[in-house]
């Protein structure tokens, strides 16, 4: 069956210090990949998209992912946390008009 | 140009109630979808709309929830009637039309319904 999964459910991380999220995807063909952010009182924002190309995706807020089709991975990096980033981040995988999420990761940002 | 917009954005409601829960998309976005995220689970699919019609109402979880998507503009999901693990955040998300090809959607900030 398809699905996206997220192994960590809640991250903390220092200020400054770098980050990387997991996403792994279990397709039968490469899907459309995305990372959504959700704020506090806030809707889902796209931070990055993978359709094909490149593996390395650059997005907003100084978020990248990397797409590795050999690990069926998707993972969100950020060189270095800002207290803003503190959020819920969700993994996405579009196919053939079939949209999957993964649970989430809680991101807190210690000071 | 405004986005998504929900309403209402909490709903507190005993259960055998019945709530509306409504979703504004971006105009002109041709295609509508209804996501549900029970507490700390994945984000799930309930339907997908283009225009008025609808496209794919698979993930609708029984006979209790009623969409609805007058004239292809606002749409409306009726819960009747609640029961608890009805509970969670429903969210609403729109696209144009070539964006049913490419994934991407715009959210709403979502509908949190409790059902005690």
């Known amino acids: 069956a398809q699905s996206v999964t997220q192994p960590d459910i809640h991250i903390t991380v220092s200020e400054g210090a770098s980050l990387e999220l997991r996403c792994n995807y279990s397709?039968?063909?490469?899907?459309?990949l995305f990372w959504y952010v959700q704020s506090p009182g806030q809707g889902l924002q796209l931070l990055l998209k993978?359709?094909?190309?490149?593996?390395l995706v650059q997005g907003i807020k100084g978020f990248e992912a990397e797409f590795k089709r050999s690990q069926s991975s998707f993972n969100l990096r950020k060189p270095s946390v800002h207290w803003s980033d503190a959020a819920e981040y969700f993994c996405?995988?579009?196919?053939?008009?079939?949209?999957?999420f993964g649970a989430g990761t809680r991101l807190t940002v210690k000071p | 140009e405004a986005g998504v917009t929900q309403f209402p954005s909490h709903s507190v409601i005993e259960k055998g109630q019945t709530v509306t829960l409504r979703c504004d998309p971006i105009?002109?976005?041709?295609?509508l979808y209804w996501y549900r995220r029970v507490m700390g689970k994945e984000i799930k699919f309930l339907l997908h709309?283009?225009?008025?019609?609808?496209?794919?109402e698979s993930g609708m979880p029984n006979n209790r929830f009623l969409a609805e998507r007058t004239g292809g503009t606002y749409s409306t999901l009726k819960v009747q009637p609640a029961e608890l693990e009805d509970s969670g955040v429903y969210f609403c998300?729109?696209?144009?039309?070539?964006?049913?090809?490419?994934?991407?959607?715009?959210f709403g900030e979502g509908s949190r319904l409790t059902v005690l």
């Open positions: 998300a729109s696209s144009p039309r070539q964006g049913a090809y490419t994934g991407e959607l715009f």
């Open positions: 397709y039968g063909a490469t899907p459309y």
């Open positions: 993978y359709f094909s190309g490149d593996t």
């Open positions: 996405a995988a579009y196919n053939n008009n079939d949209m999957r």
């Open positions: 105009s002109g976005h041709d295609n």
């Open positions: 709309f283009v225009k008025e019609s609808k496209q794919d």
